[in-house]
């Protein structure tokens, strides 16, 4: 069964330092999402990607998360520098286009110390 | 205040007990999502409303959707261990995103 991959599961950084995080969407999704989600609340939308183009990055804090996906396939999204209030689930969702079902990945757990 | 309300915010029910979670919106709904996540993992697809009045079952979930109250019912026929965990519904908006809700924990008890 196609499934979207997530990598790393964990991550634990010191604050100032640089993370990244991979998203492989299932074949053929041409929607990608990258959400946040904080303990005891619901997931925030931080990105959103139609093929290689962003549609939403309205919430997305630009001046230290960025959000890749340069070929329409896998993406990459990166904190410089990590905060003390940047721990929370990171997770990846894909889907066949906009309003599509959308299908998550297993997240990444970033701890920032 | 919260765009998507979801109550109970927790709720334990002895295995076997039948349950309901509930959400609610406070903006147009164009559909309604549900989703089950367990404890530090992904979430997982469990259903899909777009029309009012609309209802769809897997196994032992209900969902409906009602379209004038803005509000979408779960319901859990005959609880068992592996139902545990959080529920969280998500609304369409109508531009390709979701939002969602805090979610709901569920706990079923031998």
């Known amino acids: 069964e196609a499934e979207v991959a997530q990598s790393p599961r964990y991550k634990i950084t010191e604050k100032s330092q640089a993370v990244a995080f991979w998203c492989d969407p299932i074949s053929g999704h041409a929607t990608l999402y990258w959400y946040r989600q904080i303990l005891g609340q619901g997931p925030e939308l931080l990105v959103q990607f139609q093929d290689e183009s962003v549609v939403d990055d309205s919430q997305l804090p630009k001046d230290r998360f960025s959000a890749e996906r340069l070929k329409g396939v896998d993406s990459t999204l990166k904190i410089q520098p990590a905060e003390l209030g940047d721990s929370a689930m990171y997770l990846c969702?894909?889907?066949?286009?906009?309003?599509?079902?959308?299908?998550f990945g297993p997240g990444t757990r970033l701890t920032v110390l | 205040s919260q765009e998507l309300e979801q109550s109970p915010q927790s709720l334990i029910v002895q295995e076997g007990k039948n349950l309901t979670i509930n959400c609610t919106s406070s903006k147009t709904l164009y559909g309604l999502y549900w989703y089950k996540q367990k404890y530090g993992e992904g979430l997982i697809f469990l259903m899909m409303l777009q029309k009012g009045g609309e209802e769809k079952s897997h196994e032992k979930i209900t969902a409906k959707l009602d379209e004038k109250k803005q509000q979408s019912s779960l319901h859990i026929t005959a609880s068992q261990p592996r139902h545990a965990g959080i529920y969280l519904c998500g609304a369409d908006r109508g531009y390709s995103t979701l939002t969602f809700g805090k979610g709901t924990m569920l706990l079923v008890s031998p």
């Open positions: 969702a894909s889907s066949l286009g906009l309003r599509n079902i959308q299908f």
